[in-house]
């Protein structure tokens, strides 16, 4: 049994399938066509929805989320507010009203998407420093995004009157007193022993955290899942702690909570995490489900080896550290054995002499897979000299690498413009990309080359003004 709010209605459902997606129950079983179906994927915004929950200090929290690749049964003891709820008594809500007055619709067919970004958007007690990016997830063929952006920009700086809001009160006890939730084939473990149970129950079940990636294998492949482990509730992989060295991330935490803290304490690692999907996708991803399908064009693989992090592996009983590099062997393939699941990512803190960067490359900006990504950290000496290099890229092999021949043209010698030359010259030695879709083969070396020479001018730059300040 599964129960969930839908709008204000509390609703309880028998059974559903592991594998039924939210946006199939809201249009043909509750009769909510408001909310529509552009790609099944993730990728168009069309299926947008608000999920309402509370965070650690129990306050309220609204995240817009993508309903074609969302499980049903993820949303258990959840809210989920559909566009059909914004207007009451006939009278639009104001985020629809600022959607008009801009003329920011056309055909109509992305609006309900685009009006449950913004609606997310005016529930955030801080106003975001882009209220753009709300819309990230949500294409529009016909309109162009002017007039949407400054509907978010006004949305963001009003203070609006939410019609469709229920008492706080009243939702937040719901939201608290909500039931285990006892669906076969589709466990939610609380607890790291909890967990280690699940996999004995359902030793053949498929982990899950936010679905993003492994929904498409229903919504695209017509793969069927019939047993789920959900570990986006257990609360060792929730919890993010500072350590003496660094910081452990659980690996079911929410990538835009991961993004925050990330931009506080590895600023370089910004805009790979702002460009990671969508904020839709961010609300639902989770760094073991990046690390867990690893992909050879995700970022966090990359990510993670450039900053001399690990990946933590547990079977319930013992903790494993891996390097990421040795963790992931293949294509899609990595060291996880059947009665274990990634619990955390350990990542060190940066010192001061260490130069960082990670760059992304792909056709849009926002809400697109990666043609090439290239990370560097490299380690200075009093005399300029590279003393430590780590260099790491995806998109370039069938798993995402660290380029130790690169590497090691780097240590021991001074950091210039001719060393960078050399290496680049070699890398059309070291790499052999595919070509496909997203670029050439050659394309991506020409990046690769491309990246590391941007990389050096950004540190000259850096020094050189740092020179001039002092
Ligand atoms: C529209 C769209 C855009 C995207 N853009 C990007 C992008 O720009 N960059 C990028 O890197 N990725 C991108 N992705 C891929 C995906 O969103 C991310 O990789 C995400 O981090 C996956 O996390 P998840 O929790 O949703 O994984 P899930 O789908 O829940 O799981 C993915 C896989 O990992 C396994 N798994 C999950 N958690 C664990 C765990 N703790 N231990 C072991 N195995 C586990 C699952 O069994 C499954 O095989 C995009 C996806 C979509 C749909
Ligand atoms: S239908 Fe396109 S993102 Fe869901
Ligand atoms: S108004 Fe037609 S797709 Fe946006």
Redesign the pocket.
């Known amino acids: 049994m599964l129960e969930l709010m839908l709008n204000d209605q509390i609703v309880q459902i028998d059974y559903a399938k592991p594998d039924s997606m939210l ?1 199939e129950y809201l249009r043909e079983q509750q009769g909510l066509t408001g909310t ?12 947008t929805v608000v999920m309402v929950d509370t965070d650690a200090d129990n306050e309220l929290r609204y995240r817009q989320i ?4 969302t499980p049903l049964n993820a949303l258990h003891g959840k809210q989920i507010i559909t566009v059909e709820h914004l207007s009451q008594h006939g009278v639009m809500h104001p985020v629809q009203q600022a959607v008009v007055e801009r003329h920011g619709t056309q055909c109509g067919f992305c609006t309900p998407g685009i009006v449950m970004s913004l609606y997310a958007l005016c529930k955030q007690k801080q106003a975001p420093d882009n209220p753009a990016d709300y819309l990230a ?1 949500n294409l529009c063929r016909c309109t162009g995004y002017g007039p949407l952006i400054e509907a978010a920009q006004h949305i963001a700086q009003v203070e609006i009157f939410d019609p469709a809001q229920q008492s706080e009160q009243a939702l937040k006890a719901w939201l608290n007193q909500c039931d285990e939730q006892q669906t076969v084939n589709y466990l939610k473990p609380k607890t790291r022993q909890q967990l280690a149970v699940a996999k004995q129950q359902l030793p053949e079940a498929k982990l899950l955290c936010g679905a993003t990636d492994l929904a498409l294998d229903v919504t695209q492949q017509l793969n069927t899942i019939p047993q789920i482990i959900d570990l986006s509730e257990v609360d060792d992989l929730l919890t993010i702690s500072e350590t003496k060295s660094g910081w452990r991330i659980g690996a079911a935490v929410p990538l835009t909570q991961v993004h925050t803290l990330m931009k506080t304490h590895f600023p370089s690692t910004n805009e790979v995490l702002e460009r990671l999907g969508s904020l839709t996708i961010r609300n639902r991803a989770s760094l073991g489900g990046s690390l867990g399908h690893a992909s050879p064009i995700g970022d966090i693989a990359p990510l993670l080896i450039s900053l001399n992090g690990k990946i933590e592996v547990d079977d319930g009983t013992d903790k494993i550290l891996y390097a990421p590099e040795d963790y992931i062997t293949g294509y899609r393939e990595t060291q996880l054995k059947p009665n274990q699941w990634i619990s955390a990512v350990h990542i060190p803190r940066l010192a001061p002499n260490q130069k960082h960067a990670i760059y992304k490359v792909s056709k849009r900006y926002e809400d697109d897979i990666s043609t090439v990504v290239l990370a560097l950290n490299l380690t200075l000496d009093s005399e300029q000299r590279v003393k430590h290099c780590i260099l790491s890229a995806g998109g370039i092999a069938a798993k995402s690498v660290r380029l130790t021949e690169l590497e090691n043209l780097f240590i021991g010698r001074p950091f210039t413009q001719l060393l960078v030359q050399k290496v680049k010259a070699v890398v059309p030695e070291v790499i052999h990309p595919l070509s496909d879709v997203r670029g050439s083969a050659e394309y991506r070396v020409q990046l690769v080359q491309n990246l590391l020479q941007r990389f050096y001018l950004e540190c000259h730059q850096i020094s050189t003004r740092l020179a001039e300040h002092a």
């Open positions: 946006l529509k179906e552009g790609c099944a994927s993730g990728d168009c915004g069309a299926c993508n309903a074609c690749i997830g």
